[in-house]
């Protein structure tokens, strides 16, 4: 009797673990799945880059600004005015182009007022663009997948790149 309570504690305590455990893991899913659950337009990275497109054609600030801005709707219709045009989407996106108003992006990855963040230095230096946003070119919904928060931009400027990590320990390195 005594053998099966000692069991039979542990073992809630596992069970309550574990939904535990589930409930936080699917929070934080949640939470991480952020503005990208909808967007204006069905636009999928994914059937774009498998049509031999490169991130910066239409990304092309990140090498030389700090945000990578998303493409005009020109740019869309410079193929879509004949690719794709019985598509309800692109058909959307010509109705954009038609009434002259930008496509109302929802943002996806954000990082509060207080930081500063630059893609220029990084793309400069050779980073890929996966190596922070994943493997992008593989899905249909844009989605966050790093959690960006302070340690893991201190965790990559230690770990990777030890020569150039002493000044960018400075605080007002990213908070100005
Ligand atoms: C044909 C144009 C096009 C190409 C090519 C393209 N993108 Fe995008 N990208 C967009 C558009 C439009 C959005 C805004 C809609 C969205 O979030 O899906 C976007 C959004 C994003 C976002 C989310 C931005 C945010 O709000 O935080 C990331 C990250 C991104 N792209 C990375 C990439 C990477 C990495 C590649 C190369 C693998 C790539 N993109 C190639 C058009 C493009
Ligand atoms: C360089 C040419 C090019 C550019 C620029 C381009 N597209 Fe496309 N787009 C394509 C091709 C190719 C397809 C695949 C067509 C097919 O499968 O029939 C496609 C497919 C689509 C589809 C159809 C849905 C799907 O998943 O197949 C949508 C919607 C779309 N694009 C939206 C956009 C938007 C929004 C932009 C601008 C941010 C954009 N495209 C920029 C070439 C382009
Ligand atoms: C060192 C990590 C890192 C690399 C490398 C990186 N990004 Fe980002 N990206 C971020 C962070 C952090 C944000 C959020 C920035 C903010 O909110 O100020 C972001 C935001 C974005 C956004 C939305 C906001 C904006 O700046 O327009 C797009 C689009 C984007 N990245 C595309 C790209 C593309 C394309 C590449 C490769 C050419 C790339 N990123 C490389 C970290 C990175
Ligand atoms: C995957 C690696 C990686 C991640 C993640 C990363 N960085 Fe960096 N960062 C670098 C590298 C490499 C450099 C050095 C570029 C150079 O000057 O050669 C750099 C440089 C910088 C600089 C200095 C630019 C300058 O002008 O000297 C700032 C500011 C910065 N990062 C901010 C951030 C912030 C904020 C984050 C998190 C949101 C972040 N970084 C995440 C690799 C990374
Ligand atoms: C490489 C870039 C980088 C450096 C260097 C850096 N931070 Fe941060 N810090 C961030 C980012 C990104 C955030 C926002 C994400 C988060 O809350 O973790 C942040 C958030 C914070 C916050 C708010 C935390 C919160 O929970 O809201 C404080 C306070 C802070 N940093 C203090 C500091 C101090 C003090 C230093 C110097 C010892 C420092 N930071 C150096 C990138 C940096």
């Known amino acids: 009797m005594a053998q099966v309570k000692r069991r039979k504690v542990p073992f809630i305590l596992l069970a309550v673990f574990l939904v535990t455990a589930v409930l936080v893991g699917g929070y934080y899913s949640q939470q991480s799945a952020g503005a990208s659950e909808s967007q204006p337009v069905d636009y999928s990275h994914k059937v774009h880059i498998d049509a031999g497109m490169e991130c910066l054609y239409c990304h092309s600030n990140a090498g030389r600004s700090p945000v990578a801005g998303v493409p005009s709707v020109q740019k869309c219709i410079g ?3 004949t690719i794709a045009t019985d598509n309800a989407d692109v058909q959307l996106v010509t109705e954009y182009w038609n009434n002259n108003e ?12 207080f930081v500063y963040f630059s893609h220029q230095p990084h793309v400069i230096s050779g980073l890929a663009c996966e190596e922070c946003h994943g493997d ?3 899905m249909d919904l844009a989605a966050p997948m790093e959690k960006m928060d302070m340690g893991w931009c201190l965790d990559c400027h230690e770990q990777q790149h030890e020569d150039i990590a002493p000044h960018l320990w400075d605080c007002l390195v990213c908070h100005k």
């Not at 930008?102 to 007022?113: G, M, S, Y």
């Open 102 to 113: 930008p496509i109302p992006w929802e943002r996806v990855n954000k990082q509060p007022d």
């Open 136 to 138: 992008i070119g593989e």
């Open 79 to 81: 193929c879509h005015q």
